[in-house]
């Protein structure tokens, strides 16, 4: 009815059939058009509301709430989680939000960021963490986040959640002004605020550090105040720290504090692991840069072998020491080093099978007038591994008068004890020789020189090997 009042038509009993065709056109006409345009509202909408974080429109999503707030003093950082609820929101997008840190009771607003998450579920716990260039004990610091989306209001923001800084109270009153950071590793190069926090009624006249230079006073608070010192210097390897000042209303110049200045951790480099017996392995890296700190600040290193459920075993500072997993041929290690300004770690992986290196143990040579018989003990768990040893012997000098090669024969023999000694004994990988005779286990017959010589090795109950070496001229 609406569409023919419109358009100026009525029914009449006696219209003639010519306009009764007329009508019926100008009714599917306006019939098209009215559902093009409905149409058309419903593909906007569906394009709004898909582009926006509602389903329905005319609502906000709910607002987050602050699970909670955890900082971190040796960092310096403070590490949020809140919960969303997903309910009547898309998820063909990720999730925005905006952050923003206050700071003293003024919630003056020092930080505000705006950040992106893919929403998981229905519900979900997000974090995001915030490093503060002011000591954190050195005022409150408080946290609220909201939800946004991209053609909708915001959600309301949450409530503030507080971290509270260092301060007197009523039942904890301070005798005097205190400093941080405090006993703290600090990065070199670094720009950082040291800040004084004196006692109720008392005022911070003057602050100083490393003891002669005095610095710009900052107000954080009506009661708190700051310094600015840029470009950290190294901390002697000697081990000292270095030292900030506050002088107050009390004249007093005893109010100090010390921190150490050092560098992040570096990648270990050149690692490597190795055994001599199959029962104990030996990894070694190149530490890098020495480090300048002492125990409790000194970097850490920890070796982890990922593919057992073993604990994490404690190293030195370029080496690590532990006992081989029964059963394991495979290692897949991690070094791990870590100090208060982070960590780095390098991986390494290998077959235990492949990577013994044996030492001779009880070498004795045993020489005759035409032979000499080399006998020596490799201990470890090494039943059933092939090994492969070195033997080296002076050669005999060709073309002599018979007597005289004969008498060169007998003294070649003869300091073959020495010789076989020093090589045997020496740490020389497998697999590499010069003009020294790899042996197997069985007789042969050097081809350049006059002596046949035979190799054998026999198990031990505590899985060592006991080997022989003899040759004849």
């Known amino acids: 009815m609406f569409f023919t009042k419109k358009m100026g038509l009525s029914f009449r009993p006696e219209a003639t059939k010519q306009k009764s065709i007329t009508f019926l056109a100008v009714l599917m006409h306006c019939g098209i058009s009215w559902f093009i345009h409905v149409l058309l509202f419903l593909l906007t909408s569906s394009v709004y509301l898909y582009g926006s974080c509602l389903e329905s429109a005319g609502s906000k999503p709910p607002r987050p709430i602050i699970a909670e707030l955890r900082a971190n003093v040796a960092t310096q950082s403070l590490v949020v989680k809140w919960l969303v609820n997903h309910t009547g929101l898309t998820r063909e997008s990720g999730d925005n939000y905006e952050i923003q840190v206050g700071r003293t009771d003024n919630l003056t607003i020092v930080h505000n960021s705006k950040v992106s998450s893919c929403p998981f579920g229905s519900d979900s716990t997000l974090t995001w963490t915030w490093v503060s260039t002011l000591p954190l004990q050195c005022a409150d610091h ?59 009624g008392i005022h911070v006249t003057n602050m100083t550090f490393n003891s002669t230079t005095s610095y710009p006073l900052i107000n954080i608070t009506h009661r708190v105040t700051a310094i600015a010192v840029h470009n950290l210097n190294i901390t002697q390897a000697s081990g000292s720290g270095v030292y900030s000042w506050c002088e107050d209303t009390t004249e007093k110049r005893n109010n100090y504090c010390s921190n150490f200045i050092s560098f992040s951790p570096q990648r270990p480099e050149n690692l490597s692991c190795r055994t001599e017996d199959l029962r104990t392995v030996i990894c070694t890296w190149n530490p890098g840069r020495p480090a300048n700190l002492y125990e409790p600040y000194k970097r850490t290193h920890t070796l982890h072998i990922k593919n057992t459920v073993e604990d994490p075993i404690k190293c030195g500072e370029w080496f690590c020491r532990f006992q081989a997993v029964p059963g394991l041929e495979w290692y ?113 017959t050097c081809g350049d020189h006059p002596f046949t010589y035979s190799a054998s090795d026999k198990d031990t109950e505590d899985g060592s090997k006991k080997c022989t070496w003899s040759f004849t001229k």
């Open 332 to 444: 897949h290690v991690s070094v791990v080093v870590k100090n208060q300004l982070g960590e780095e770690k390098q991986s390494y992986s290998f077959n235990i099978t492949d990577r013994v290196f044996p030492v001779p143990e009880g070498v004795k040579v045993s020489p005759g007038v035409t032979e000499a018989n080399v006998s020596w003990v490799v201990r470890g768990n090494l039943s059933g591994v092939e090994l492969f040893c070195q033997v080296t012997a002076d050669p005999v000098e060709p073309r002599r008068p018979t007597h005289l090669a004969e008498a060169a024969d007998l003294q070649s023999i003869s300091m073959v004890r020495k010789t076989i000694i020093d090589s045997v004994t020496s740490k020389a990988p497998p697999h590499h020789h010069t003009s020294s005779s790899l042996l197997h286990i069985g007789n042969h």
């Open 142 to 200: 408080s946290i609220r986040i909201r939800r946004l989306c991209s053609h909708a209001d915001p959600s309301d923001w949450s409530q503030w959640k507080t971290n509270y800084g260092a301060q007197d109270t009523v039942d904890r009153v301070w005798k005097k002004t205190k400093m941080f950071p405090y006993q703290q590793v600090l990065k070199e190069g670094s720009t950082i605020l040291f800040c004084c926090v004196p006692p109720r």
